[in-house]
């Protein structure tokens, strides 16, 4: 299976959820506010572990300027406007999310594996895309998602669905100072950064064991990088939590926002939690922390930007998953 392959790809919204598949296509209902849609890429609900999961770094997953010239220009306006609304705005490198390939062998005894394609691109790039108010002018109608968005910057962002010792699952309030949907609520997340493993570019990974030794390190910051943003933001030491399990790919439809989801499982009670939330690194990203129940969050997930709400998704198939089995 490749990441153009429709049989698992998921829509849903407040109202009513529509599943695609090679044999049938149901009505996609959609909802007023586009920011709550999602679309799960890819879902895992037995979960993945670091071994099953590769990635393929490489320019060819890199972002294709658009052809309309007048389009490529507003992405310097469009970012020149937001730094002087925002000093302390900076631009940094970020992954580019490029696609996958899963392999399920016949064989029972051997595991299915997940390689990640992943690009670069920049924080300029995505505010002049994504964000841009003609981000859709950059999308490209087509089925297959890495075709339609090949002119978007699509970094690949990350979140943590992380459940405490007493069955609490942590979520966040974020603050009114955030880019992106401020006052709603989120799970624990970031990015994996490039910088973390020593990549500004392209640049000197083109050899073949090169490319071995990155493609290693980038699958490993995968995994690090979501237990470096669970620590930063929610306040509990590394020791404390399991290592992440890799359930999915959710998709914000507005802005074509992507984002890598885990489950990680947390042996402190959520009570010790909020003591450690009050001096966690970052979080002055956040004004809240929450532990809650399933049906707490099922009711939270309604005020989820949508990236977010397809997490809640993949941790509710991992969850029917278990019980299943």
């Given at each position: 299976?490749?990441?153009?392959?429709?049989?698992?790809?998921?829509?849903?919204?407040q109202s009513s959820v529509c599943v695609f598949d090679r044999r049938e296509q149901m009505e996609e209902?959609?909802?007023?506010?586009?920011?709550?849609?999602?679309?799960?890429?890819?879902?895992?609900?037995?979960?993945?572990?670091?071994?099953?999961?590769?990635?393929?770094?490489?320019?060819?997953?890199?972002?294709?300027?658009?052809?309309?010239?007048?389009?490529?220009?507003?992405?310097?306006e469009i970012w020149d406007a937001r730094v002087q609304q925002s000093s302390s705005l900076y631009n940094g490198t970020k992954f580019r999310y490029g696609g996958?390939?899963?392999?399920?062998?016949?064989?029972?005894?051997?595991?299915?594996?997940?390689?990640?394609?992943?690009?670069?691109?920049?924080?300029?790039?995505?505010?002049?895309?994504?964000?841009?108010?003609?981000?859709?002018?950059?999308?490209?109608?087509?089925?297959?998602?890495?075709?339609?968005?090949?002119?978007?910057?699509?970094?690949?962002?990350?979140?943590?669905?992380?459940?405490?010792?007493?069955?609490?699952?942590?979520?966040?309030?974020?603050?009114?100072?955030?880019?992106?949907?401020?006052?709603?609520?989120?799970?624990?997340?970031?990015?994996?950064?490039?910088?973390?493993?020593?990549?500004?570019?392209?640049?000197?990974?083109?050899?073949?064991?090169?490319?071995?030794?990155?493609?290693?390190?980038?699958?490993?910051?995968?995994?690090?990088?979501?237990?470096?943003?669970?620590?930063?933001?929610?306040?509990?030491?590394?020791?404390?939590?399991?290592?992440?399990?890799?359930?999915?790919?959710?998709?914000?439809?507005?802005?074509?926002?992507?984002?890598?989801?885990?489950?990680?499982?947390?042996?402190?009670?959520?009570?010790?939690?909020?003591?450690?939330?009050?001096?966690?690194?970052?979080?002055?990203?956040?004004?809240?922390?929450?532990?809650?129940?399933?049906?707490?969050?099922?009711?939270?997930?309604?005020?989820?930007?949508?990236?977010?709400?397809?997490?809640?998704?993949?941790?509710?198939?991992?969850?029917?998953?278990?019980?299943?089995?």
């Amino acid at each position: 299976i490749n990441s153009s392959s429709p049989t698992i790809s998921l829509y849903f919204d407040q109202s009513s959820v529509c599943v695609f598949d090679r044999r049938e296509q149901m009505e996609e209902k959609l909802s007023c506010d586009g920011g709550h849609e999602f679309k799960l890429l890819f879902s895992c609900p037995s979960g993945l572990s670091p071994s099953q999961v590769s990635v393929v770094f490489d320019e060819a997953y890199d972002r294709n300027p658009h052809p309309d010239h007048t389009l490529e220009k507003s992405m310097s306006e469009i970012w020149d406007a937001r730094v002087q609304q925002s000093s302390s705005l900076y631009n940094g490198t970020k992954f580019r999310y490029g696609g996958y390939n899963f392999n399920v062998e016949n064989d029972p005894k051997q595991q299915p594996h997940f390689s990640l394609h992943l690009g670069l691109t920049d924080y300029r790039t995505f505010v002049g895309t994504n964000l841009s108010p003609m981000w859709e002018r950059f999308l490209v109608p087509s089925e297959d998602d890495c075709i339609q968005c090949q002119h978007t910057s699509s970094p690949l962002g990350n979140g943590a669905v992380v459940e405490t010792s007493d069955r609490r699952i942590l979520v966040l309030q974020r603050s009114n100072k955030v880019g992106e949907f401020p006052g709603y609520f989120v799970f624990p997340g970031g990015h994996p950064e490039p910088q973390e493993v020593g990549i500004i570019s392209h640049e000197g990974f083109q050899e073949l064991n090169q490319c071995h030794i990155i493609n290693s390190k980038v699958s490993q910051e995968m995994f690090d990088s979501i237990v470096r943003e669970v620590v930063e933001e929610i306040g509990a030491p590394a020791d404390s939590l399991s290592c992440p399990i890799f359930i999915g790919i959710s998709r914000r439809v507005l802005n074509v926002r992507p984002t890598a989801f885990f489950f990680i499982k947390c042996n402190l009670r959520s009570e010790e939690i909020q003591q450690l939330y009050s001096s966690a690194q970052d979080s002055f990203e956040s004004t809240q922390l929450y532990a809650v129940s399933m049906s707490d969050l099922e009711n939270m997930a309604s005020k989820m930007p949508g990236c977010h709400r397809g997490g809640y998704a993949l941790y509710k198939l991992m969850v029917q998953d278990t019980s299943d089995n």
